[in-house]
C-alpha cells in the first residue's frame, strides 16, 4: 500500500479530534528554525560538532531530536552511543566510515545520499575520509533530546 493510500485510509476527523483535546497555548505548534537558530549546546562528541533543529527545547518535540552533524577534513569522532535512542544518519556531503560493534569491528563506508540506521547503545564512531573538506550530514533520533554517551575506544584496552 502506498503512502498516499495510508493516508487516505485515516478518518480525517481522527487527527483533527486529537489536536482539539489539547488547548493549543500548550500543545506544539509548527516551527520553522533557521541556521542562526539552531542550538550548538546540544551533547556533544569529540571531533564532530553538532547543532539541534528540532528538539523539545527548540520546538516543544516530545519524540523527536533532529540536526545538523559535521566533521572537520580528515578528523573522526570519539566512540559513542545514544543510549535508548534509535538513531537515523543522512549524508549530505562528504564521504564517512563508520565503525561500530564491541570492538568497533564493523566498518562501511557512506557517501552523499546515503541512509544511517544505529539501533539504540550501539557503540560506534564516524570517521571524514576527505582530507580537504568537512563532512555534512542530518541527524535524526526518537528522542526530544540528543543522547549522547561518550565511551572509552575499545581498541585501546
Excluded: K
Excluded at 539552531?38 to 518535540?61: V, W
Excluded at 566512540?79 to 538513531?87: A, L
Excluded at 544511517?116 to 571524514?128: A, L, M
Amino acid at each position: 500500500m502506498s503512502a498516499g493510500a495510508i493516508l487516505a485510509h485515516r478518518p480525517p476527523e481522527a487527527s483533527r479530534l486529537a489536536r482539539s483535546e489539547v488547548p493549543r497555548r500548550i500543545r506544539p505548534m509548527v516551527s520553522i528554525i533557521r541556521p542562526a537558530e539552531r542550538d550548538a549546546g546540544t551533547a556533544q562528541t569529540p571531533g564532530m560538532r553538532r547543532e539541534a533543529g528540532i528538539s523539545g527545547t527548540l520546538t516543544g518535540s516530545e519524540g523527536l531530536w533532529m540536526g545538523v552533524g559535521r566533521n572537520e577534513p580528515g578528523g573522526a569522532s570519539g566512540v559513542h552511543h545514544h543510549g535508548e535512542s534509535e538513531s537515523g544518519i543522512f549524508v549530505v556531503e562528504g564521504r564517512l566510515r563508520f565503525r561500530w560493534g564491541d570492538a568497533l569491528e564493523h566498518v562501511a563506508d557512506a557517501g552523499p545520499g546515503d541512509f544511517i540506521f544505529v539501533p539504540p547503545y550501539e557503540i560506534h564512531s564516524e570517521e571524514n575520509l576527505d582530507p580537504g573538506s568537512e563532512a555534512v550530514f542530518l541527524l535524526a533520533r526518537t528522542t526530544m533530546d540528543a543522547i549522547v554517551v561518550n565511551v572509552p575506544d575499545p581498541r585501546e584496552n
